[in-house]
Structures are given as structure tokens and as C-alpha cells.
């Protein structure tokens, strides 16, 4: 059980100044809190994606090597911890958040993230934040932010937890939500697709909420993964035939050699065991014609061409969004692809013609949310529903062009119960389809369960929490 603190007595809670005071300063010399402060203005303003924004601002201001390490944990690490950091600032200041200026609350998350989950001083955590807003804001925004910091070094990390935390004992779910940082339906979920609230639900937020390793796959045919590992210094991925893994924060995986000459592209090892187990089902009769039926931005459709090559069979791409299909012919290179602009549901290929199916359908995503940092708080409950409703439709169309005895894999980046189960249920029992024992084609991969799906988890896995169901169209 939690004991909650009780809490010492606190001067006024500072309150936020409503209009700026006193002259900006010129930009303070602190280019790694610089870009990560640029950066969640970005995200916040744009709904821009961090991941996409921060790697531009470090090429384009030249920041490199600690600053830049320093940069990208600040940011990333800010906006996953964003519900607990606010839940902090909230208790920090006397109005609600809404209230404080945008540019002043991203300032505001970045020193409450330095000083609750990094080893910067809390000193240099507040006066770097309170430089940060005064070349920003002026000298009474400065003022504002050092009275709601340093009442944030009051208590560590845990003790503003026990306090802002649902009580552990009465809601675990909330309070495991608060600790790791997700929001509560996101935690609900993952319990759900745990069948737990205990301790998997707490290593599975937990291992969410940890940086993860890069995971490259081999171009099956071109490169094994020993010689991958070699030309990279990284290591061998456990489960993966074709996956090495390298340390998170080892640079721009683009810039490798391997990558550039297209010897490996970068893929997480659970997506590279959903489009293998794909084709490892057996199958009788002719197994020639393979189809990606949501292959944007083309990593699974790489991964399955090449595999196709080499049995002699050919693949099929469809994709909704032209820039999407475009990135496919980009990936492609030279492999033999032949890509579609066009709805999956209804794509116009005639039914029954492909031997094998790929349905990685659009999701949620809240199986990859540690590779996403601001996710988590943008996705609401209100999409899983209309997801999964497409999801079915995808699904239902997949088995409607693979032949019958033909391979269908349905596959998602979520572990949401509506978006996996609940979709593959359905739509075997409308369709009759037989639903394989999935298990079977991930071999040597432990804790998967009573099947006959498999649920991959960032904690028990190492890899992002995939869904992957192989379903066969009746003979
Ligand atoms: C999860 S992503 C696929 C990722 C891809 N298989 C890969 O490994 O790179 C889902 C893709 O489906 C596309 N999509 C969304 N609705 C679609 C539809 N109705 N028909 C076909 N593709 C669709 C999205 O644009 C997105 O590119």
C-alpha cells in the first residue's frame, strides 16, 4: 500500500504573470534546452511529431554529440511524462495550466522533467528553465516559472507521485497510470490485454515508458543478420531471423552504411516476426501471389518482397494515401512491387487470387507509443471505435481476395482488446474463416499465451506490443 505523504506547508502558490514584463533577452547560450524547448513548442502549436522535428533542428543548428544526446532526452523524455508533469505543475501553481502561457508551460515541463527523472542539479535545472523564459517571455514570466520550480524540488519524483497518484490500494490501475506516466484508459487497456493489474501491468508501463533500442532487419537475400551486426557493432535480435538491435540513442539509424545501400532498413523485430509468420503458414497448392493490403510506408511490404523473391512468388502493395504508396516505390528500390493507390476495402484485385494476405491495418498505435513520445496524450478513447470498424472491413476484405485455403495475417501495433481480438472473433465467425494456432509460426519466442493469437509486449518481448492473427479462408 501507498503511503501518502503528508505534505510541509508551502509558501503562496506563485501566480502566472498575465502579460509580459520587461524586455526579452537575446537567446540564451543552452542549444540542447534550445531545441528541446523549440521542439515542444512545435508539438504543442503543430501537433507536429517530435521524432520527425527535433533530428531537423539538431542537423540545421549543427548540435552534436552531448548536446544533442542531451536535447533528445530532455524532449522525448518531457512529452512521455507529460501527465505526470502537469499533474505536478498543477499542484505547483495556484491556476489551472490553461491558463499559463503555451510557451511558458513547455518551458515549465522541461524543468519539472529535469528535475523528477534526470540527474541534472536541481540548481541547474531551474535556473537553465528560467533562462529559457526570460529570453522567451521576459523577466516576470522568469519569475513565475522559478516560484512553480522550485516548488517542484520539494518532493522527488515518488513523493509528488504518492501524491498526485489515485491511492495504489483502492484504483491500481490509475495509480499505475500516474506513476508511468500514461493516461488511464491507456493503462485500462493494458491491463485488459494482460488480464492483469499487478505487477505485469507495472512492467509493461514501465517498459513503455523506457527509451527503446533501434531495431534494424536484414534484407533477406542480400545480408544475414550476423553480417549486419558486424557492419553496425550491434547486436544479434533474440527472436528475429533478420534483426539486430543497436543502443537506443546511437544516432540516426539512416546514416548507416547498411541502411544507405539498402542491405537493412530499420523495423522493429515484432513487426519483422508478423510479416515472416506470414509466410511460414502452410499452405496447399500454389503459393505464388502475396498482396499487402495497408503497406505504407512499405517496411513490412520490404521485408515481404524479398522473402517473395526468394521462393519464387510475387507481391502486390495497396495503399490509401498517395504519399504513402509513393514512400513504398521509394523503399521498394529495385525489389519487384507492384503498388496500388487505392481503398483496401475495396480495391478492384479480383477475389480469390492471392495465396497470402497481409492486413497490417491503421491502429491506435498504443503498441508503440515508446517510440512515439507525444502519442500517448494526443490518441483518445474515441478513436479505438472507428478504427476498429475499419479494421473489420480490411479484415473481411483480405479474406475475400485471398483464395480459399489461402493465408490471411491480420496484424496491428496495439494491444487494445477491441482493436485485436474483438476484430479477429468477429470477423471469423461472419466469415467461417479458421482461425491458426499463430503461435506455431513464432518460434522460440516465449510468453505467448494461451493463443491462438499472439500478443507481443515491450516488457516480455523487447519489441513493440504487436498483434498478429493468421486466419485461413475455408477450402
Ligand atoms: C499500420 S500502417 C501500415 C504499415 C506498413 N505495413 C509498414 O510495415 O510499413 C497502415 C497503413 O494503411 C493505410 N490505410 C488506411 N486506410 C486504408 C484503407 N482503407 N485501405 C488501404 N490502406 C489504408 C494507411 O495510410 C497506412 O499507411
Redesign the pocket.
Known amino acids: 500500500m501507498t503511503q501518502r505523504s503528508s505534505r510541509p506547508s508551502r509558501p503562496d502558490r506563485p501566480h502566472p504573470p498575465r502579460r509580459r514584463t520587461g524586455p526579452a533577452r537575446p537567446p540564451v547560450e543552452d542549444p540542447a534546452r534550445q531545441a528541446a524547448l523549440d521542439t515542444l513548442r512545435a508539438v504543442r502549436q503543430r501537433d507536429s511529431y517530435a521524432n520527425l522535428v527535433l533530428p531537423g533542428l539538431l542537423r540545421d543548428r549543427r548540435i552534436t554529440g552531448r548536446d544533442a544526446a542531451l536535447a533528445t532526452e530532455l524532449t522525448y523524455g518531457s512529452l512521455r511524462a507529460q501527465g505526470l508533469l502537469d499533474a505536478v505543475l498543477t499542484s505547483c501553481s495556484d491556476r489551472p495550466l490553461s491558463e499559463v502561457d503555451g510557451a511558458v508551460l513547455d518551458a515549465l515541463r522541461l524543468g519539472a522533467y529535469q528535475l523528477l527523472r534526470t540527474r541534472v542539479p536541481a540548481h541547474a535545472a531551474v535556473a537553465s528553465t528560467v533562462d529559457l523564459v526570460r529570453a522567451a517571455m521576459g523577466s516576470g514570466a522568469a519569475g513565475f516559472a522559478n516560484a512553480v520550480l522550485r516548488r517542484v524540488t520539494a518532493q522527488d519524483e515518488q513523493g509528488w507521485v504518492d501524491e498526485v497518484a489515485p491511492d495504489e490500494e483502492t484504483d491500481p490501475i490509475g495509480y499505475q497510470a500516474m506513476a508511468n506516466a500514461h493516461p488511464r484508459w491507456i493503462a485500462q487497456a493494458f491491463a485488459e490485454a494482460l488480464g492483469s493489474r499487478g505487477e505485469p501491468l507495472r512492467d509493461a508501463l514501465v517498459a513503455d515508458d523506457t527509451r527503446p533500442a533501434v531495431h534494424l532487419a536484414a534484407r533477406p537475400g542480400q545480408c544475414s543478420s550476423d553480417e549486419l551486426a558486424a557492419m553496425t557493432g550491434g547486436d544479434v535480435a533474440p527472436y528475429s531471423p533478420y534483426g539486430v538491435h543497436l543502443e537506443p540513442g546511437s544516432g540516426d539509424p539512416g546514416d548507416l552504411d547498411a541502411v544507405r545501400e539498402r542491405l537493412a532498413t530499420v523495423q522493429d523485430e515484432g ?1 519483422q516476426l508478423c510479416a515472416v509468420a506470414l509466410t511460414k503458414a502452410p499452405l496447399e497448392g500454389p503459393d505464388e501471389r502475396w498482396l ?10 520490404v521485408m515481404l518482397a524479398s522473402l517473395a523473391t526468394l521462393s519464387g512468388a510475387s507481391l502486390d502493395a ?4 498517395p504519399h ?1 504508396a509513393d514512400l513504398i516505390r521509394k523503399a521498394a528500390g529495385d525489389l519487384p512491387i507492384a503498388v496500388h493507390v487505392g ?3 475495396e480495391s478492384g484485385l479480383p477475389a480469390g487470387s492471392f495465396d497470402r494476405v497481409l492486413v ?4 491506435t498505435g498504443l503498441g508503440a507509443l515508446r517510440r512515439r513520445p507525444e502519442a500517448r496524450w494526443r490518441r483518445q478513447p474515441s478513436d479505438v471505435a472507428p478504427l476498429a470498424r ?1 479494421q473489420r472491413e ?1 479484415l473481411t476484405a483480405a479474406l475475400e481476395l485471398v483464395r480459399p485455403g489461402g493465408v490471411v495475417a491480420y496484424v496491428v ?1 496495439s494491444p487494445h482488446l477491441s482493436e485485436t481480438v474483438g476484430v479477429v472473433a468477429d470477423v471469423a465467425r461472419r466469415t467461417g474463416a479458421e482461425r491458426l494456432d499463430t503461435r506455431e509460426f513464432f518460434p522460440g519466442v516465449p510468453d505467448l499465451g494461451d493463443g491462438p493469437q499472439v500478443q507481443l509486449w515491450p516488457h516480455l518481448h523487447g519489441t513493440d506490443a504487436m498483434f498478429c492473427a493468421l486466419l485461413r479462408r475455408p477450402a
Open positions: 513487426s499487402d493490403l495497408c503497406a505504407g510506408p512499405g517496411g513490412k511490404a495497396v495503399e490509401k494515401a504513402r481503398d483496401g476495402r497490417d491495418a491503421p491502429c475499419l480490411l501495433c
